[in-house]
């Protein structure tokens, strides 16, 4: 399987110890994002493992047309660049259009395709354009393997640092469900594979104009991915979920972020 340099020191696959993606569902705020940015970078370096700040400039798949999206793409990047800067930590984002890939190329360290979007070819291609590792999330709507043709479209645009996501199955009515045997059969693809603990506990829709969740599944789902077999693991942390302006449901308190890594690790070490 391939391992995948993210910056120095901080990678993803066999050659590396386990990556942590953490961060809030949106940008805020510079002020919010550099609070969890610093608790979830000084956590990970306690734990020895590698960390990359995750947070989005536009949510473009909200529920309701009224729901909060973000600052933009031009101010969501600056604000990403400072937290970069300030804390010295790799960053991601999500991009939605094609356009948008080259200009978050110049400040991200690793560029996301939302699950909505995954088979996007046009948006793969801009990704894959820039040099940066690609993380896809796996479509709600696909099986595991249907992410063999994904890879194909990015290693086509030449990309040769791709990673999968893993974030839940539609179950209909509200729910996803999460079928372990899928992470092993991305892993089977040959490319590193990520938990995604707090989106695959969401319950789309299910407040009628947002999103719900249940938070108190991550933890268990967590730790069943590490003793399947993970390369990373995806949190969204806010420090009072339920004042956060998007994902708060399945968002788990920044307070409680470092005891999970801990439990996390401890059993992804074993199955290794």
């Known amino acids: 399987m391939t391992s995948i340099q993210i910056a120095p020191g901080i990678g993803i696959g066999e050659s590396y110890p386990l990556l942590v993606i953490a961060g809030p569902c949106v940008i805020e705020d510079r002020d919010t994002c550099l609070r969890i940015c610093e608790a979830a970078k000084s956590a990970t370096e306690k734990l020895g493992i590698g960390y990359i700040f995750k947070a989005s400039f536009d949510k473009a798949n909200r529920t309701s047309v009224t ?5 933009g793409l031009e101010t969501g990047l600056e604000i990403l660049a400072d937290v970069g800067r300030q804390l010295g930590v790799p960053l991601l984002t999500d991009i939605h259009e094609p356009h948008q890939a080259a200009a978050a190329a110049q400040v991200v360290d690793v560029l996301q395709v939302p699950a909505f979007l995954c088979r996007q070819t046009d948006l793969l291609l801009a990704c894959a354009a820039t040099g940066k590792p690609v993380n896809v999330k796996k479509g709600q709507f696909l099986a595991a393997d ?33 079928d372990m045997r899928g992470l092993l059969a991305m892993r089977g693809l040959g490319v590193p594979v990520i938990f995604d603990a707090t989106h695959s506990v969401q319950l789309p829709g299910g407040l009628g104009r947002a999103s719900g969740g249940q938070r108190e599944y991550v933890r268990p789902l967590a730790r069943a991915a590490a003793a399947v077999g993970i390369d990373g693991l995806f949190l969204e942390t806010h420090p009072d979920p339920s004042t956060a302006k998007s994902d708060g449901a399945n968002s788990i308190p920044l307070a409680n972020l470092e005891k999970l890594l801990q439990d996390v690790l401890r059993i992804h070490q074993a199955s290794r």
């Open 146 to 178: 249907d992410m063999a043709p994904v890879v194909e479209k990015l290693s086509a645009g030449g990309c040769e640092s791709v990673m999968l996501t893993e974030r839940g199955t539609t179950f209909g009515y509200h729910n996803l469900v999460v």
């Open 67 to 71: 729901s909060f999206r973000g600052p």
